[in-house]
T-cell receptor
Framework: DAKTTQPPSMDCAEGRAANLPCNHS???????VYWYRQIHSQGPQYIIH???NNETNEMASLIITEDRKSSTLILPHATLRDTAVYYC??????????FGAGTTVTVRA | NAGVTQTPKFQVLKTGQSMTLQCAQD?????MSWYRQDPGMGLRLIHY???????DQGEVPNGYNVSRSTTEDFPLRLLSAAPSQTSVYFC????????????FGEGSRLTVL
């Protein structure tokens, strides 16, 4: 599975959009981009995933570049409860889910 | 639905003791897996199962055994606990491996003295 690169940490103001970048330059054509988050040592929580089209659900939006070498997770209106570690993971069908170090996002009032 | 249930939530062992971490899911998921998470680090895959009767090793399998006799249950056994196994353990399940969303339990915090 392709490796991902994320910034180790970032801050965001409450009520503003949080844009979390992820690089995955070695992604293969059949690999999906997944995002999970982990709030204070709880079990990780699925956020969203996509192949090449942009995706949106009730939690977030996922923007994948046309060449698929990078993506951005957007939390449209960050709240204090969005403070968490966010993991960007590239995964093919039938493959295991492997976690990196993620980005620690701190939402400030 | 209860989702993925892990027991116990907390456990303290002495070096050399054995124990089993229980994991059960009620979503009829074929794929189940165990991860460990050490302080300040990401999750590492220990063992996984793609269905009843089938198990395989992940990144860090040494010191752990698993079995999958039913679709619902996937216990993780520590045969002889070591301080290096002090960690938080997460069980997860998915309808089929690599086909969507992985559901995680709340974790079991293990301390080996």
């Amino acid at each position: 599975d392709a490796k991902t690169t994320q910034p180790p940490s970032m801050d965001c103001a409450e009520g503003r959009a949080a844009n979390l970048p992820c690089n995955h330059s070695t992604i293969s054509g059949n690999e999906y981009v997944y995002w999970y988050r982990q709030i204070h040592s709880q079990g990780p929580q699925y956020i969203i995933h996509g192949l090449k089209n942009n995706e949106t659900n009730e939690m977030a939006s996922l923007i994948i570049t046309e060449d698929r070498k990078s993506s951005t997770l957007i939390l449209p209106h960050a709240t204090l409860r969005d403070t968490a570690v966010y993991y960007c993971i590239v995964r093919g069908h039938g493959r295991k889910l492997s976690f990196g170090a993620g980005t620690t996002v701190t939402v400030r009032a | 639905n209860a989702g993925v249930t892990q027991t116990p939530k907390f456990q303290v062992l002495k070096t050399g003791q054995s124990m089993t971490l229980q994991c059960a899911q009620d979503m009829n998921h074929e794929y189940m897996s165990w991860y460990r998470q050490d302080p300040g680090m990401g999750l590492r895959l220990i063992h996984y199962s793609v269905g009843a009767g089938i198990t395989d090793q992940g990144e860090v399998p040494n010191g752990y055994n698993v079995s999958r006799s039913t679709t619902e249950d996937f216990p993780l056994r520590l045969l002889s606990a070591a301080p290096s196994q002090t960690s938080v353990y997460f069980c997860a399940s998915e309808l089929e491996q690599g086909f969507g969303e992985l559901f995680f339990g709340e974790g079991s915090r293990l301390t080996v003295l």
